[in-house]
């Protein structure tokens, strides 16, 4: 499945520290891009330092206009997955989420306008309990895939974790 994640709120330049968590967690979760606007553009640097040492091409996109990229995405055939304590659950609606080609997520900063509930092709709720957009997009993306994200290599990595019981050790994959 291809997923791509749209943070969307009116104070994200105050929340870099939220966006870029967003954005990491979407990368490490197995999405391929986040959208984002109003955003620091230090966030997209922070990410391509993470890709080119750990791996995977995972876009960071900075956008001008959200609604227009909703829309843009809706008639490229992305179901539009929209993450709210007020959504259907989680565990009601997981199998059939999983039989979708494309999606795009979005998560909120603050209240999230209406016409995002309107759009939406799923209105998810990961618990109707108010909590995060950092949880809730990583607990979604580990319902959706299974947790198979966890365990996938990325490519292009100049360095490789060798998971072990203590400490820490790291292989170096780039050739001097
Ligand atoms: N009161 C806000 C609203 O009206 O959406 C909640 C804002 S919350 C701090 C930020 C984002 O976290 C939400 O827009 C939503 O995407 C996500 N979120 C928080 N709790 C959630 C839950 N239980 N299920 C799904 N998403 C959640």
């Known amino acids: 499945m291809k997923i791509e994640v749209l943070r969307i709120g009116q104070r994200l330049v105050r929340d870099d520290r939220v966006t870029t968590h967003v954005a990491l967690v979407s990368r490490a979760f197995g999405a391929s891009k986040i959208l984002m606007y109003d955003a620091n553009p230090e966030i997209k640097d922070t990410v391509s330092k993470v890709n080119k040492m750990w791996g995977s091409d995972f876009q960071v996109e900075i956008i001008e206009d959200w609604k227009k990229a909703l829309r843009s995405k809706k008639s490229d055939l992305y179901k539009i997955v929209h993450l709210t304590m007020y959504g259907e659950n989680i565990n009601t609606i997981e199998t059939e989420l999983k039989k979708e080609d494309k999606i795009l997520v979005v998560v ?40 198979k994200q966890l365990q996938k290599k990325l490519g292009n990595a100049q360095r490789e974790i060798i998971p072990t019981k203590k400490g820490k050790r790291v292989m170096n994959k780039t050739i001097d």
């Open 108 to 147: 909120g900063a603050e209240k999230v306008p209406r016409e995002v509930y309107d759009i939406a092709d799923y209105n998810i709720a990961i618990g109707n309990q108010p909590h995060s957009e950092i949880s809730a997009l990583a607990i979604l993306l580990d319902r959706i895939l299974d947790g």
